[in-house]
């Protein structure tokens, strides 16, 4: 079996239900996610920076 007929059935296996599903989820909001992720990364840089101080 070579690399392009693994792809290739890879391919057509992960598309047999692109019909039936979509690929996104009715309760993923966009913005709620990328704001919640932000919100974290802030977090994480201000406890690092609180943490990180030269004594």
């Given amino acids: ?3 392009s ?3 290739h059935n ?3 296996l992960a598309s047999e239900g692109a019909e ?3 690929g996104n989820h009715d309760s993923l909001n966009p913005y709620l996610t990328g704001g ?3 919100f974290i990364l ?3 840089l201000w406890v690092t920076t609180r943490l990180n101080r030269d004594r």
């Fill in 42 to 44: 802030c977090l994480m």
């Fill in 1 to 3: 079996m070579s690399l």
């Fill in 36 to 38: 919640g992720a932000f």
């Fill in 20 to 22: 039936q599903h979509g």
């Fill in 5 to 7: 007929s693994t792809a």
């Fill in 10 to 12: 890879l391919v057509v």
